[in-house]
């Protein structure tokens, strides 16, 4: 008799399994054959896995949408997969197109986007082109650790720089504030916005639940020096999950007022494909005492599923419950003075500087 109990988590890693994706032939299951294992410390560092990057030969970079649920209709992702490894990410199910894992591989086996920044000029040198707001990171987070070495998102904003072309970053990494001499030059031509999302001020389940994004400390710091540098920055209290960290909502929104964001925003936890039992599996291993009780409250605020995909209702749920969620929410912008006035990011400064070896124009 096969004993299913939860697998042992990897210390670093938030996926405590690595299923196959949902286009694979043949399925992989992490199962307990009734061995006694070894804790997890007893094992060396180079039995862990560890972080493979490979290359995405992508021939364009810009990405569209047509949700009418969501404010831009185009974004850059310089990263696939993200190695913060936080379990509740709604991108992991991407990972299942590549012929990997949602799980331990969406965190471990990722790939860079080299020629983004030539890609992205390429883009915007098009005749046929118009400008837009873009978003930096909507689908994978583009300070990334390996963004220290790759500088792939950097050299984005170069490009953007260059060409007075706006975009709004997401991340959870203070890496942001190394780009902040590009990002003051942007923010003074109304140019560039910034969003930290911050999920939890707890550090020991920011550990486990995020295990290699930013401490929420440090991100807290990101806010403060960015909106020092005259950077319009923002917090986003994403994802909000039922009876784990929502109860932090206001305390999150507070401390990013006195760090001096300017705008909130806030996200009901999303537990779309793979990504359902990827939380299961991780509240069994970290939180086995409420597991049960965090996911029938979200099944009170998805009609009973664990998740609805329509849109209006995906981002913020249904029901009693997420309904004095978003009431708590709109108390909380209202006592801290978020919200109050609407960055609008200049679209009429795009312009096409001469490319290397053009002719310059007399007039």
Same mark, same amino acid.
């Given at each position: 008799?096969?004993?299913?109990?939860?697998?042992?988590?990897?210390?670093?890693?938030?996926?405590?399994? @690595?299923?196959?994706?949902?286009?694979?032939?043949?399925?992989?299951? /992490?199962?307990?054959?009734?061995?006694?294992?070894?804790?997890?410390?007893?094992?060396?560092?180079?039995?862990?896995? /560890?972080?493979?990057?490979? *290359?995405?030969?992508?021939? #364009?970079?810009?990405?569209?949408?047509?949700?009418?649920?969501?404010?831009?209709?185009?974004?850059?992702?310089?990263?696939?997969?993200?190695?913060?490894?936080?379990?509740?990410?709604?991108?992991?199910?991407?990972?299942?197109?590549?012929?990997?894992?949602?799980?331990?591989?969406?965190?471990?086996?990722?790939?860079?986007?080299?020629?983004?920044?030539?890609?992205?000029?390429?883009?915007?040198?098009?005749?046929?082109?118009?400008? !837009?707001?873009? !978003?930096?990171?909507?689908?994978?987070?583009?300070?990334?650790?390996?963004? +220290?070495?790759?500088?792939?998102?950097?050299?984005?904003?170069?490009?953007? $720089?260059?060409? @007075?072309?706006?975009?709004?970053?997401?991340?959870?990494?203070?890496? &942001?504030?190394?780009?902040?001499?590009?990002?003051?030059?942007?923010?003074?031509?109304?140019?560039?916005?910034?969003?930290?999302?911050?999920?939890?001020?707890?550090?020991?389940?920011?550990? #486990?639940?995020?295990?290699?994004?930013?401490?929420?400390?440090?991100?807290?710091?990101?806010?403060?020096?960015?909106?020092?540098?005259?950077?319009?920055?923002? &917090?986003?209290? !994403?994802?909000?999950?039922?009876?784990? @960290?929502?109860?932090? *909502?206001?305390?999150?929104?507070? /401390?990013?007022?006195?760090?001096?964001?300017?705008?909130?925003?806030?996200?009901?936890?999303?537990?779309?494909?793979?990504?359902? $039992?990827?939380?299961? $599996?991780?509240?069994?291993?970290?939180?086995?005492?409420? !597991?049960?009780?965090? *996911?029938?409250?979200?099944?009170?605020?998805?009609?009973?599923?664990?998740?609805?995909?329509?849109?209006?209702? +995906?981002?913020?749920?249904?029901?009693?419950?997420?309904?004095?969620?978003?009431?708590?929410?709109?108390?909380?912008? %209202?006592?801290?003075?978020?919200?109050?006035? %609407?960055?609008?990011?200049?679209?009429?400064?795009?312009? &096409?500087?001469?490319?290397?070896?053009?002719?310059? #124009?007399?007039?």
């Amino acid at each position: 008799m096969v004993d299913e109990r939860p697998s042992m988590p990897t210390k670093g890693r938030g996926a405590v399994r @690595n299923e196959s994706g949902r286009f694979e032939r043949y399925g992989r299951i /992490a199962i307990d054959d009734g061995w006694q294992r070894a804790a997890e410390e007893e094992f060396p560092d180079e039995n862990r896995p /560890a972080t493979i990057v490979g *290359l995405d030969t992508s021939r #364009t970079i810009i990405s569209h949408n047509n949700s009418p649920d969501i404010s831009f209709d185009r974004s850059i992702n310089p990263y696939k997969g993200c190695e913060h490894g936080c379990i509740y990410c709604y991108a992991r199910p991407t990972h299942a197109y590549l012929g990997l894992s949602p799980g331990l591989d969406f965190e471990t086996r990722l790939f860079a986007k080299p020629d983004a920044a030539m890609l992205l000029e390429k883009e915007f040198r098009h005749r046929k082109y118009k400008p !837009a707001v873009i !978003a930096l990171g909507a689908n994978t987070d583009p300070y990334q650790p390996i963004e +220290r070495q790759r500088r792939i998102t950097r050299s984005i904003l170069e490009v953007m $720089d260059r060409f @007075n072309h706006p975009f709004g970053i997401v991340t959870k990494s203070a890496l &942001v504030t190394r780009d902040i001499d590009i990002l003051a030059r942007l923010a003074e031509r109304r140019l560039v916005s910034v969003f930290l999302s911050i999920t939890t001020l707890d550090r020991d389940l920011a550990r #486990t639940m995020e295990p290699r994004a930013s401490t929420p400390p440090r991100r807290l710091e990101a806010v403060k020096l960015l909106a020092q540098a005259g950077i319009p920055v923002g &917090v986003m209290a !994403a994802p909000m999950i039922p009876a784990l @960290n929502d109860h932090e *909502l206001e305390s999150i929104l507070e /401390a990013a007022t006195e760090a001096g964001a300017l705008s909130a925003s806030y996200v009901l936890l999303r537990l779309p494909l793979e990504i359902k $039992d990827l939380f299961a $599996d991780w509240l069994n291993a970290h939180r086995p005492d409420r !597991a049960k009780h965090v *996911l029938s409250l979200v099944r009170d605020t998805r009609g009973g599923a664990l998740y609805q995909s329509e849109f209006g209702k +995906r981002m913020r749920g249904d029901g009693p419950y997420a309904q004095l969620l978003e009431q708590r929410y709109r108390a909380a912008v %209202r006592r801290y003075g978020l919200n109050r006035h %609407r960055w609008n990011l200049d679209l009429t400064q795009f312009r &096409v500087p001469p490319a290397s070896g053009d002719q310059l #124009t007399l007039l």
